[in-house]
């Protein structure tokens, strides 16, 4: 990996770019997924580059949907895999969520890799290479495992595509995901659309998973009740507007 010096301003977008990119080198992330990574950043970038309010209060809700859930899953892809192998196994073990390899552009080797990565990085079973069942989708993401996403009632997907978060939510399960476009197809149809970067998001669950550990149930459901996603979105586009006015008028 390229070595960045600590004291750069841009240190952790770097840092984040170099991950990818050794992702890339692996043979787990695709080459799309470098396209991917670069419409992220730019969206950070509007938003501050930090885990704003609205962000805190999905990934608050989408901590108490997954201890409340009965079957929680958490779906890897290969830019997630890249950057955060540790995080989403921490909190696979603390809401019980198996995590499952999914690919859009699957192959059986890109697939094992991915399951060989995370179990170098602490792993003990990883879902995805069965595929013995299909989503309504025709590319390669309709693939999934039955005793995994397909039986799941509450599904983690990182980064994913709009179509296959909609098949998702169409065959009745709760769909939490990470975008940091709060106006991508898969923002907009997601049940919880937490608008951050992947790289503090699933920390941030993890963290308030440990907050709620005691909470009961009913507490939870009330919770997630109140939980409003279109609202959600229209705050990250507010922050996205406001920190524009403020480069605009004071910062240029
Ligand atoms: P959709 O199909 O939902 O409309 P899209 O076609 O705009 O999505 P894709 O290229 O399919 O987007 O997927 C990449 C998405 O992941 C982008 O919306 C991008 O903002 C988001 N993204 C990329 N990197 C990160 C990251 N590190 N953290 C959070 N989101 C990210
Ligand atoms: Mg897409």
Not at 40 to 48: Q, R
Not at 116 to 122: E, P, R
Not at 139 to 150: A, K, L, N, P, Q
Request: glycine content about 8%; charged content about 25%; aromatic content about 4%.
């Amino acid at each position: 990996m390229t070595e960045i010096p600590e004291n750069h301003p841009r240190y952790f977008s770097l840092l984040t770019r170099e991950r990818i990119v050794e992702g890339v080198n692996l043979g787990i992330t695709s080459m799309q997924g470098l396209i991917a990574q670069g419409r992220g950043e730019c969206f950070d970038y509007l938003l501050g580059e930090k885990t704003n309010a609205f962000a805190e209060k999905s990934e608050t809700v989408a901590a108490a949907m997954l201890i409340l859930a009965e079957k929680p899953i958490i779906s890897v892809n290969g830019n997630t895999a890249a950057l955060i192998p540790e995080q989403m196994i921490r909190l696979s073990g603390i809401v019980g969520a198996p995590l499952e390899v999914n690919l859009f552009h699957r192959t059986d080797e890109r697939i094992n890799r991915i399951i060989n990565h995370l179990k170098d990085n602490g792993a003990t079973e990883v879902l995805g290479e069965k595929g013995d069942e299909k989503l309504p989708l025709s590319h390669g993401r309709g693939t999934v495992d039955s005793d995994g996403i397909f039986s799941a009632d509450v599904v983690v997907v990182p980064l994913e595509d709009g179509d296959r978060c909609e098949t998702l939510v169409n065959m009745g399960k709760k769909v939490i995901t990470i975008d940091l476009n709060p106006l991508s197809r898969t923002s907009r149809t997601a049940t919880v659309s937490i608008v951050d970067n992947v790289v503090r998001a699933l920390d941030g669950i993890a963290n308030a998973a440990l907050e709620m550990q005691d909470w009961d149930r009913e507490q939870l459901e009330k919770l997630v009740e109140s939980y409003d996603n279109k609202a959600t979105l229209k705050k990250s586009l507010a922050a996205i507007n406001e920190n524009l006015r403020h480069m605009a008028d004071e910062v240029l």
